[in-house]
């Protein structure tokens, strides 16, 4: 009779044990799908669409661009970036823009301008930047040959 008891009390105890476990593992696989469910919400949102960088002063240097994302479920649709534009970069094909430039060409006579090719070397938060420009500057000081003038006649 005692050895009876005695495997009801182990039956019973493996009972609890096992309702125990099944609980545990029921929580932790719907905590699984709270989080599954938490990043399909994150992947409504759509992707950022940052502005172009304006500098805080001048025209190169430290600033901020604004980025903004369209979605029913985001939590934050805009934000400010710092960014930073280099000074010694072409400005007037776009600050985010980096051209590599060939080497300046021969003087037009006739514009009095000589030119040189850049291709694209990088275009920083994907700028949209043209493959390749094409810069004038003028030529300088011309040289005109001079009239060669003869030691006779200076004397």
Known sequence: MQQQQQQRRIFTAALLALVFILAAVSTTEAGKKEKL??????????????????????????????????????????????????????????????YQFQAWGECDLNTALKTRTGNLKRALHNADCQKTVTISKPCGKLTKPKPQVSEISRT
């Not at 938490?38 to 304006?54: F, H, I, L, R």
Request: aromatic share 6%; charged share 30%.
């Open 37 to 98: 469910e938490k990043k399909a919400k994150k992947s409504d949102c759509g992707e950022w669409q940052w502005s172009v960088c304006v500098p805080t002063s001048g025209d190169c240097g430290l600033g901020t661009r604004e980025g903004t994302r369209s979605g029913a479920e985001c939590k934050q649709t805009t934000k400010t970036q710092k960014c930073k534009i280099p000074c010694n970069w072409k400005k007037q094909f776009g600050a985010e823009c980096k």
